[in-house]
T-cell receptor, first 108, second 113 residues
Framework: RKEVEQDPGPFNVPEGATVAFNCTYSNSASQSFFWYRQDCRKEPKLLMSVYSSGNEDGRFTAQLNRASQYISLLIRDSKLSDSATYLCVVGAGNMLTFGGGTRLMVKP | DVKVTQSSRYLVKRTGEKVFLECVQDMDHENMFWYRQDPGLGLRLIYFSYDVKMKEKGDIPEGYSVSREKKERFSLILESASTNQTSMYLC????????????FGPGTRLTVL
């Protein structure tokens, strides 16, 4: 079983749609949680950290459920520029474990 | 603006060759990491270093070694390249804290023939 699991997709959605990704992790000692974004042939970049209370950044909302060990990312009003792979990342100590990523394609 | 640079974007080597991948960061970060990224497998940690001359094995260290002689530079070495080491190699750095983001270099796509 992978430590961090994501649906690889692709998720094909029209512009303006709302889309949600989930991610599950197996290490109950995990302390930090992130969503990274990776564009095609580019390096991953931090999209947002995920806090226990949930957090929002513009059209993006991240939530953490420690009891069930899953993390979610909600994107509202999808833009063409949101097309990318979204990586769920879980940290313990100085170490990060990356999920395989969920590919999102936003169509006109 | 944080910058992590890698010595090559694309590299083609032959089986058995010794390969050096260099990574330099300019933000005085303590921690540096080498990952490889393969389709369907995501990013997997090869080695990391939390200080000069210190190194720790990651999840897949076999066939690789590393060197960190200076704080800003972290090198990945393939002693004898093999075709199954064809991959995208990503270097990252971060401050010495659990909650800080990792900053990645642009990656080196290595092909071993």
């Amino acid at each position: 079983r992978k430590e961090v699991e994501q649906d690889p997709g692709p998720f094909n959605v029209p512009e303006g749609a709302t889309v949600a990704f989930n991610c599950t992790y197996s290490n109950s000692a995990s302390q930090s949680f992130f969503w990274y974004r990776q564009d095609c042939r580019k390096e991953p970049k931090l999209l947002m950290s995920v806090y226990s209370s949930g957090n929002e950044d513009g059209r993006f909302t991240a939530q953490l459920n420690r009891a069930s060990q899953y993390i979610s990312l909600l994107i509202r009003d999808s833009k063409l520029s949101d097309s990318a792979t979204y990586l769920c990342v879980v940290g313990a100590g100085n170490m990060l474990t990356f999920g395989g990523g969920t590919r999102l394609m936003v169509k006109p | 603006d944080v910058k992590v640079t890698q010595s090559s974007r694309y590299l083609v080597k032959r089986t058995g060759e010794k390969v050096f991948l260099e990574c330099v960061q300019d933000m005085d970060h303590e921690n540096m990491f080498w990952y490889r990224q393969d389709p369907g497998l995501g990013l997997r940690l090869i080695y990391f270093s939390y200080d000069v001359k210190m190194k720790e094995k990651g999840d897949i260290p076999e066939g690789y070694s590393v060197s960190r002689e200076k704080k800003e530079r972290f090198s990945l070495i393939l002693e004898s390249a093999s075709t199954n080491q064809t991959s995208m190699y990503l270097c990252a750095s971060t401050r010495q804290s659990t909650y800080n983001e990792q900053f990645f270099g642009p990656g080196t796509r290595l092909t071993v023939l």
